[in-house]
């Protein structure tokens, strides 16, 4: 990485040796004359994290940024212009069917030995970083009631558990009114089966069920088990209640009072950093995300994985453009063709819709720099650090692995999160350069800023300031590093994130592809 350093000066940021464009690292920008140190004036005002050309480009030559091709060009464009989206033609997505596949599979770096975190073991032997009584339900119906439950569960329940970290619904809008048969419904089922499951609802849920729904809580206890004992103690189906609302709600509090009891017997105990399951994604993206927060993530993730633990990175259209630079890192051909797999499913999936994946970029996307999807996809990559990637998880499915892992999500912030909770997660980082309050009720979620502008005016909503490493005030690996040792303080509960702290939880959002009736 190439950066004009003088805190006083103009600034830029070039990734790579082949880049013929550079990005602004002044936080107002720099205005039209401006001369950096190397003698480049820029043509335009350029505003912070754009992008201005080195030299000519002519019509039709590629803009290159991470040694990639980004775009071609529309018209010239002299040097030291504000390279914007209009001036670009984006490149066609990597053909799926001349991938390398396994070609260049990174050395196991050595072992490190000794980290350890305090969490909470599981009989089936996963860990938790939290102990949280989870409800799940089988349809949106139960909703309302469960809430009103829920509620006084925390106000008059909780109090005498204090062992139990909290009481989180987990709610959703399927299970009825939805086309349970049809070939993609699986995704949506096994996502809430899975949910449940979380190591930090003890690996178990309650269950809510109304009673006449599509979805029955057998397939939500016990996978392709459509019936289940009405009897079992871990489920309430509201239909049941010759009395009401208040038999509903006096029921399910008798339920979760039993599972508290349980719950609060738990204490956490010493675990080997090998038993983190962390899940990264990015939202509210810049172009500083590729620069400073994602590559500090990609660095902490090499370090956990030398640690024995399990690392997910998502998001479908994120990676697309640069999936030949993860096949090849694959561990195996079987892995890279389920990378493959993965993104032609997606393909196909928005093709049906009449979209692709240049749908992806958000208007602030674009206000932060980023041109188009290929530009986001090469800085997105880079949270999966330089490790083989050791196994791909489609949607909705749980782990069985340790090791680097592509968990298949759309990039929706919500519908990935709740993906990876599905897949197993204890865990969260989150990136952002807008800035988002987004937060998980079940997971921890670290959230890590791309400049150092956003923490400072978000204090209360940002964990770690990675733009620290744009300004020269911190490298790459003490960011990493410092990423690595945050993570093993939140697991421990030794920290508590600024979401967390606060109460930002965002709503779980399934994804589900098939038709709704």
């Not at 998001?315 to 993965?342: F, G, N």
């Not at 749908?359 to 997105?380: D, F, H, Q, R, W």
Request: glycine share 8%; with cysteine; aromatic share 6%.
């Amino acid at each position: 990485m190439n950066l004009i350093q003088h805190a006083d000066s103009p600034r830029y940021i070039q990734l790579n040796a082949l880049d013929n464009v550079v990005v602004v690292v002044n936080d107002q920008g720099v205005p039209a004359g401006t001369q950096f140190d190397n003698g480049l004036v820029t043509l335009d005002n350029v505003p912070q994290s754009h992008k201005v050309n080195l030299v000519d480009i002519a019509e039709g030559e590629p803009v290159i940024r991470y040694g990639h091709t980004i775009g071609y060009a529309l018209q010239a464009i002299p040097r030291g212009s504000w390279v914007r989206e209009d001036q670009l033609r984006m490149p066609t997505a990597p053909p799926l069917d001349s991938l390398p596949l396994s070609t260049d599979v990174p050395e196991k770096a050595e072992p490190l030995e000794g980290f350890t975190f305090e969490g909470y073991r599981n009989a089936d032997g996963t860990v938790g970083t939290r102990n949280i009584l989870g409800i799940t339900t089988t349809v949106q119906c139960v909703t309302g009631v469960l809430d009103h439950a829920v509620k006084r569960i925390r106000d008059e329940l909780l109090p005498k558990y204090p062992n139990v970290d909290d009481v989180v619904a987990l709610t959703h809008s399927y299970g009825c009114g939805v086309a349970i048969t049809a070939k993609d419904a699986y995704i949506p089922i096994r996502t809430v089966r899975n949910l449940a499951r979380n190591p930090n609802l003890g690996g178990e849920a309650l269950v809510i069920s109304l009673g006449c729904e599509k979805l029955q809580p057998g397939q939500v206890m016990h996978e392709n088990d459509s019936s289940v004992d009405l009897d079992d103690p871990w489920l309430y189906r509201l239909q049941d209640s010759s009395h009401g609302f208040v038999e509903m709600i006096e029921q399910i509090m008798d339920m979760a009072e039993t599972r508290l009891k349980k719950l609060d017997q738990r204490r956490r105990e010493t675990v080997p950093a090998s038993e983190l399951i962390l899940g990264m994604q990015c939202g509210g993206s810049d172009a500083f995300s590729g620069i400073t927060a994602n590559p500090a993530l990609g660095y902490a993730s090499d370090l956990l994985l030398r640690a024995g633990a399990t690392v997910m990175f998502s998001e479908v259209t994120e990676v697309r453009d640069a999936i030949y630079l993860l096949t090849s890192r694959a561990e195996t051909i079987e892995v890279a063709q389920e990378l493959v797999r993965e993104m032609d499913w997606y393909d196909r999936y928005l093709a049906k819709g009449e979209a692709d994946r240049s749908a992806n970029t958000t208007p602030g996307n674009k206000k932060g720099g980023l041109s188009n999807i290929v530009e986001k996809s090469l800085g997105s990559i880079v949270k999966s650090g330089r490790s083989a990637i050791n196994g791909v998880l489609g949607p909705g499915e749980r782990f069985t692995r340790k090791g680097l892992i592509f968990c298949a999500t759309p990039a929706s912030d919500f519908v990935c999160g709740t993906l990876q909770l599905a897949a197993g997660m204890n865990l969260h980082v989150f990136t952002t350069g807008r800035g988002t309050p987004y937060g998980l009720a079940m997971a921890p979620v670290v959230k890590v800023s791309t400049r150092t502008e956003l923490s400072q005016r978000w204090p209360d909503l940002i964990d770690i300031d990675a733009g620290r490493i744009a300004t020269g005030r911190a490298s790459i690996e003490d960011l990493g590093w410092e990423l690595f040792h945050y993570y093993l303080d939140v697991a421990s509960g030794k920290k508590k994130t600024c979401a967390e702290a606060l109460r930002l939880h965002n709503d779980i959002t399934l994804f589900n592809p098939a038709p709704i009736t």
